[in-house]
């Protein structure tokens, strides 16, 4: 059975406090039981824990290791969704190994997110991809970035090498099986209405398609991540 995560900033101190320390007092775990300390960025450290408290929990680090990224890295551009599928969608792409997540207020994104809520919502998705991360004994935890519009998209792509953004599209000719993929891909979630030619022609990035079926926008970045995650090194 693997070992529970919490987060903390230095795993090898075996330490945790704070929000992580309540959780894991929630938890009710024990002195002597084993947890497994990371620090979102690679470290882990299997630690037996000496004592408990709702605002500390103390332990013994008994191994720490540095777990890479995988290669290629991937970069989910998710146009938001309405509701809890947007939640759905960050907690998907973590379980299949988003390494960071860029919210996309595209031209048919129904879910606007005002400016005095935006950081409201980013931090949602934040508490979200960590939740995620965790459950799937992740140990990196995604970067969830702050929402951009298309034209801001576009600059951003704009600035990556040739080939490295992938839109996911119902219409496509190339399979995702055909991408040759480098150290860096974006891979392009749109909303349910669908991205139309315009703003393909904005965005710049190659069409691909997953297979004969239509996915939802909160289900497809998994789809397309498992995709990745076969034909590349990174599985």
């Known amino acids: 059975m693997s070992l ?30 084993h947890i497994m300390l990371i620090d979102g960025q690679g470290t882990t450290a299997v630690t037996r824990v000496t004592s408990v408290g709702p605002g500390r929990v103390d332990g013994v680090v008994e191994k720490q290791q540095f777990v890479p990224q995988p290669t290629p890295r991937v970069t989910v551009v998710q146009a938001v969704p309405k509701g809890e599928r947007a939640e759905l969608a960050v907690d998907l792409a973590v379980q299949a190994g988003a390494d960071r997540i860029v919210p996309w207020i595209s031209h048919r994104t129904i879910a606007r997110w005002p400016a005095n809520k935006q950081a409201k919502q980013v931090e949602k998705w934040r508490a979200q991809a960590l939740a995620s991360a965790k459950q799937a004994r992740r ?4 970067e969830v970035r702050d929402p951009v519009t298309t034209n801001q998209l576009s600059a951003l792509l704009g600035a990556l090498p040739a080939g490295s953004a992938l839109v996911l599209h119902e219409d496509a000719t190339d399979s995702i099986r055909d991408v040759e993929f ?18 393909l022609e904005v965005l710049g990035a190659r069409p691909v398609r997953l297979g004969p079926e239509v996915l939802r926008t909160a289900s497809a970045a998994f789809a397309g991540l498992c995709a990745i995650g076969a034909l590349t090194s990174r599985w």
Do not use: N, S
């Open 139 to 142: 140990a990196w935890v995604p």
């Open 182 to 199: 480098g150290e860096d891909v974006w891979l392009i979630v749109g909303p349910e209405g669908g991205i139309g030619d315009d703003e």
């Open 4 to 33: 529970p995560y919490f987060l903390t900033e230095d795993p090898a101190a075996g330490v945790l406090t704070g929000a992580e320390a309540k959780h894991a007092h929630v938890k009710r775990i024990q002195p002597g039981e």
